[in-house]
């Protein structure tokens, strides 16, 4: 990805109000790897692109820095909510549904349990013949993060990306399409 941006002020070094350039890799505490982004991608500092965790790590490092972000739930994705989990009949969901699908909560079908926040994302985490599993949380949720970050880059915000609060890039606030924009529903 280019970092490069119309009328692009580069700066020295994370402000509380700039758009930064990463690449990370993710991992659980374990070390697992959970999500690796091996191309910059921009983020608002100061918006709601990233946690308020990450932003002040960041702050006064520049081009070519490494930070390394340790982040509990509370500080990431939250801990685990069991009510967040619904058992829905099979028979309301077409056949082609699969594990591993997400459905936005204002369009599960006519029937589903009127319980379920229709502002959440659903995973469907098992089939089975008489029954769904949907998971309202966010598929981090309960997970202790540590963040190795590299700074690629650092620019002014454009006038837009504070006013929209967002460089465009969602991967810490997972949300329903509608609510997304041009964004997606996966990690980056």
């Keep these: 990805m280019n970092t490069d941006h119309p009328n692009d002020k580069r700066l020295d070094a994370v402000t509380p109000q700039c758009v930064v350039a990463l690449t990370w890799t993710l991992t659980d505490t374990l070390g697992e790897e959970l999500d690796v982004l091996d191309d910059p991608v921009e983020f608002l500092i100061g ?55 997400t459905l936005e909560g204002h369009a599960l079908p006519a029937g589903s349990n009127p319980d379920a926040p229709r502002d959440a994302l659903y995973t469907v985490t098992e089939i089975y013949p008489d029954h769904v599993v949907l998971d309202g949380n966010h598929p981090l949720a309960g997970i202790a993060l540590r963040l190795k970050l590299k700074v690629e880059g650092v620019r002014e915000a454009t006038e837009e990306e504070i006013g929209r609060g967002t460089a465009g890039t969602g991967f810490f606030r997972i949300a329903p399409l509608h609510e997304q924009g041009d964004g997606g529903n996966s990690l980056h």
Excluded: C, T, Y
């Design 47 to 101: 918006g709601q692109d990233l946690f308020e965790k990450i932003e002040q790590a960041l702050q006064g490092h520049g081009r070519g820095a490494s930070v390394a972000v340790h982040l509990e739930p509370e500080e990431a994705f939250g801990d685990f909510n069991d009510q967040l989990i619904f058992l829905e009949k099979r028979a309301l969901f077409p056949a082609e549904l699969e594990e591993g699908m």
